[in-house]
């Protein structure tokens, strides 16, 4: 074999070797994107779990947040005025947010008062109710433009509502958990001063038992727009989506109207909504 035959064959013989390397590089390459999709896909939609407290806090005066509240996931509780876990109305919060303050990282155990309440604007992240007292959170705006955001965490143990809407503007929220409550969210049925509520339910785990996941008051304009909700335990499909009231100003109890999706008051497809 000459010299320039035998250039040739190394030559061959190296492209060869660095197609077979480039090709298992490739190969590896899909393979992680593959298992990294796999792992991003099978997580998808799963509940958070519970976290554990970091440590415990007696609150005994409601804590008041102007701009932003970071708990470190420790677990604030009642204590004196606020040592109450009841139905009663008016009661004060443990946390009281103004306008555009944010609460994050917390969890709020036994007695729980009236949880949380926010003045206007405001966003709730990764907040947990152990033991809702009379409310978790209820928002009091009175702007239409006021947006209140809950992000993440959960509530369990509710005699009623979870998320009281008794002011004006815009609630959403997403990948949140409720469990053994009456209702995920509402709109107040009969506050001395109604307005036109909207409400966006997204990535929502429920688990049964629960009435209502949310309530809107059709004659005020109410709406509620619902996506990837998961209902968990209820097997005879007792829990309604969404219920539909006649609500009032004058303090009666409101009037049930229909449920379902109608597109005016309650939007959603029936794919929206998965049981487990």
């Given at each position: 074999m000459t010299a320039r035959a035998e250039q040739r064959v190394r030559h061959r013989r190296t492209v060869t070797r660095r197609r077979a390397v480039i090709g298992g590089t490739a190969a590896l390459g899909i393979t992680g994107a593959a298992?990294?999709?796999t792992s991003l896909l099978s997580s998808a939609g799963a509940a958070t779990t519970w976290p554990k407290a970091t440590g415990n806090k007696a609150v005994a005066k409601t804590i008041t947040v102007s701009k932003s509240y970071d708990g470190h996931l420790q677990k604030y509780y009642g204590t004196g005025a606020l040592g109450t876990s009841d139905q009663a109305e008016d009661q004060d919060p443990v946390f009281e947010l103004k306008d555009g303050a944010v609460l994050k990282n917390v969890i709020i155990g036994t007695p729980a008062a009236d949880g949380v309440h926010c003045l206007g604007s405001c966003t709730l992240r990764n907040v947990w109710w152990l033991d809702v007292g009379e409310d978790a959170a209820s928002f009091k705006g009175k702007k239409a433009s006021a947006v209140y955001k809950v992000i993440g965490g959960g509530a369990q143990k509710a005699d009623d509502k979870v998320l009281q809407f008794n002011g004006a503007g815009k609630l959403s929220v997403t990948g949140f958990q409720v469990k053994d409550a009456g209702k995920l969210v509402r709109s107040c049925g009969n506050c001395k001063?109604?307005?036109?509520r909207s409400i966006t339910l997204s990535?929502?785990?429920?688990?049964?038992p629960i009435k209502d996941v949310v309530g809107v008051n059709a004659n005020y304009g109410d709406t509620a727009t619902l996506s990837k909700i998961r209902i968990h335990g209820d097997t005879k499909k007792k829990a309604k989506v969404c219920q539909e009231f006649k609500g009032n100003s004058s303090g009666k109890e409101p009037t049930s109207l229909r449920s379902g999706p109608d597109g005016t008051a309650c939007h959603y497809k029936s794919s929206d909504i998965t049981y487990q």
């Open positions: 298992i990294l999709t001063t109604q307005y036109k990535d929502i785990d429920v688990t049964y």
